[in-house]
């Protein structure tokens, strides 16, 4: 049988929804493949033609969730915020719409967004990475960030150490509607605005001077 | 405008002789503080204001609880000091989220007998400093504890606040209906960690046994505890809101915000929004003696009315929360730290007017009852002297009969600082919470008379408001 892109489209799309459905109604953990494949009405293996693995599969969501939350932030962007605001709201946007995962996001940390992240699934991994990164940078670089010369490696890596601790915090927040998490992303994210905007005085390199 | 962290440190209670392990503790973390740069950022200045006052509050408590363990056996003394000890710690790290100290802070400010002129200053300031919360955490904010975002539930709702909170910030807004609001927000989280914060501190200091009057330490932990609680659950300020407005109905020119119960929550309060000025807003336009002695009145009025009818004590009276509306009506805000007395204190008080009445013996055993004296303490002659020259004070506006009270008389208001000093410092009562609300209210009462320069019938109301509650 001839596999038109278009099925191809759909199937993935069916896997997905299932996959929304159940991660979501019976958690992560207690869901298995051949679960997944019945509520796409699929076969196993063909799952696997899709998604090597259910932890690609949360990945996938996780990265489906924040394009969306990276459309509403820009509907919702005012103009005139502070950078500290705008990182916020980008954040927040996305944690929005993850939601209803937030089971799963402990998963996803651990996986594809970790460092030790095996390649098939890291790959993902880095795309979801450097499309938030590139948002941040665009923020940062809109704010002026006059005191900062140039966003490099460095700073974008302070960031993403920073999101990925809030989102391990926010994964296993306990309190009330995760109100601690507001706080500490709010923190995390001020910290971060107020190193950007006053850097490091350049430390004098050994021997420069007898 | 900014504290220096000198001068803070400039005005910490002077050591005491014998510096123990905690003071030792305290010096340290002090010296630290002082070593590093001032932050000049506003986040950071917030955060390590918060963390310094922490540490005032801390040395407060080390001086006070030190003065009392004169006399103890040593190993009382060692015990206590390790769960002081503790208390620190958790003071100390009481900074990580603003406000909370900032408020601890502001209580001790209130108490001008405990801590020197120029602590008392500036810890006043300290509470203008809370740095805002952007509108994209408000809003988020307010979705989880309303369902919606502003723009969803208010007709209109500005970005910026227009005042800060001591827990946050306070926004205008309009409902669907047209009502002008004013709504107060709390920092995310800050509720929840000040009271767990306020459980373990006094889970520490309550066995502190202290000097010959025992308890006077962990009351005042418990006090202070108990003020903190009221004011982050803006459910009970609401609460309160309503009990007063009722109360105050029939005094046409006294406003009590009314609350909008469908927009509140324990950490989100919205009331209707008053427009005019702050007492010092209004004082600073220079208003006639006559525009001044109605103010006072009506200040004098609702508050008798809400102390014997409603037995209410208003808690926080400080000119932020007075204002003179436009059209010339006086606003009361602020109900977090209000006090309800409950049958037994209300006996204190019932007696203490019944002493006021009478005089003499009965006036005595009020005082002595209402103290918690022991039988041996009452028969303490110094002791007596200094408690009746208090009640002498406390009942002085009234004592004046049909004529005005003038509260712009300085010597009033110092004497009666003195003596509340001392009460204190003397260990003279031990403090039944009652007696530090109803001193705190009545002598920040007549602080706000004494700003206002203003003549009051005291006696008189306060004859028909004891008449109208049938006492
Ligand atoms: N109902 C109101 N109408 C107008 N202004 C208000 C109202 N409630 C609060 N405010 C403003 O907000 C400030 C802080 O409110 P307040 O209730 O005193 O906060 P806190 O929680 O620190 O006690 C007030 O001093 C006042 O300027």
Redesign the pocket.
Known sequence: MRVTSDTKRETRERILAAARRLFVARGFEATTIRELAAEARIAAGTLFNYFDSKEALAVALVEEALDAGRADFRAKLRGGEELSEELFLHVVTGLRRLEAYRGLVGTVLETALSPFAHSGISQRGADLRLAHLEVVEELIAKAGATAAPSVGPVTLHLYWTLYLGVMAFWSGDESPQQEDTLGVLDESLRVFALALANPAPPTSGPATRS | MEARIADLIASLPEELEEPTSAQAELARILADLASRPVPTGRVHRAWSLGTLSAKIAAGWMVTHVRGAFAGEEERTRRTNEQRLRAALAILGSMGYMRGAVMKVGQILANYPDLVPEQLTNTLAMLHFEAPPMHYALLGEHVRHELGAEPEELFESFEREAF?????GQ?HRARTRDGDEL?V?IQYPGIGRTIESDFKNLSILAAPMRLGPDGDNFAAQIAYVRDMLLL?VDYESEARFLERAREALSELEDVVV?RVFRDLSTRRILS????EGL?LTEWLATNPPQSERDRIGTLLNRATGRLFFSERLCWG?PHP??VMVLEDGRLGL??F?SCRSFDGHEWGLITLGVDGYREGGAKLREAMSVGCDLSAEQAADPERMKFLMAYAAWYWEPMAVGDEAFDFSDPDYIQRGMQLFGETSSRRYTRSHPVNLYNARFLYGVRVLCHLMKARVHAGTITHEELERAGI
């Open positions: 005042a800060a909170a001591s827990l306070v004013a107060k004011e915000p009331m209707e929004r008053l702050h926080d932020g929360n805000l602020d977090g």
